[in-house]
């Protein structure tokens, strides 16, 4: 299984789980979500506690291409009373 951090390009086979890590938000309160296109599936969700002092858990994210193509992953942070909160965006090469 291919492990990449936010923010990089990835390519995989179809139904070839890939992780994606992510640090969380220290102590802000303000966690990750991902919005999911049509053609990638969540897999699951892991969180690993913080190795340091104010530091933020880290979560991993598997995913799985469902078809061929080009997928656009966007991951949000924020906090649950902000309207809206820092994106980052990332692109998966689903290759059949």
Known sequence: ??????????S????EPFAV???NGG????????VLPDGVAL?????????????GP???YVFRCQRSGDFNLKFELKRPWEPQGKTKEMVIHCLP
Do not use: E, F, N
């Open 1 to 10: 299984m291919q492990i990449v951090d936010l923010g990089q390009q990835l």
């Open 12 to 15: 995989v086979s179809i139904d």
């Open 21 to 23: 890590d992510v640090k």
């Open 27 to 34: 102590l802000s309160g303000a966690s990750w979500t991902v």
């Open 43 to 55: 897999i699951k969700k892991t969180t690993t506690p913080a190795g340091q002092m104010g530091g």
């Open 58 to 60: 880290k979560r991993q």
